[in-house]
């Protein structure tokens, strides 16, 4: 499974999955978290602006998984 490299504290759960190319744009990732189409840790979580940090991982139903470091 790949891993994302933040610097800072955190990274909010859309911005995430734009910045790891798993999405093509803002608002595929809203329409994809809305529709409870993101696991974080395993959970299904419907919050876009989820702090997500170090050891966090997520992954697109059906698509790719990353884990943020």
């Known amino acids: 499974?790949?891993?994302i490299k933040i610097t800072t504290e955190f990274?909010?759960?859309?911005?995430?999955?734009?910045f790891a190319s798993m999405?093509?744009?803002?608002g595929e990732a809203k329409m994809l978290i809305?529709?409870?189409q993101v696991l974080v840790n395993g959970e299904v979580c419907t919050m876009r602006g989820k702090k997500i940090r170090s050891?966090?991982?997520?992954?697109?139903i059906g698509g790719d998984e990353v884990t943020v470091c």
Do not use: F, N, R, W
């Open 55 to 60: 050891g966090d991982t997520v992954k697109i």
């Open 11 to 18: 990274i909010k759960l859309d911005a995430l999955l734009k």
């Open 34 to 36: 809305q529709d409870g």
């Open 23 to 26: 999405v093509g744009s803002g």
């Open 1 to 3: 499974m790949p891993e």
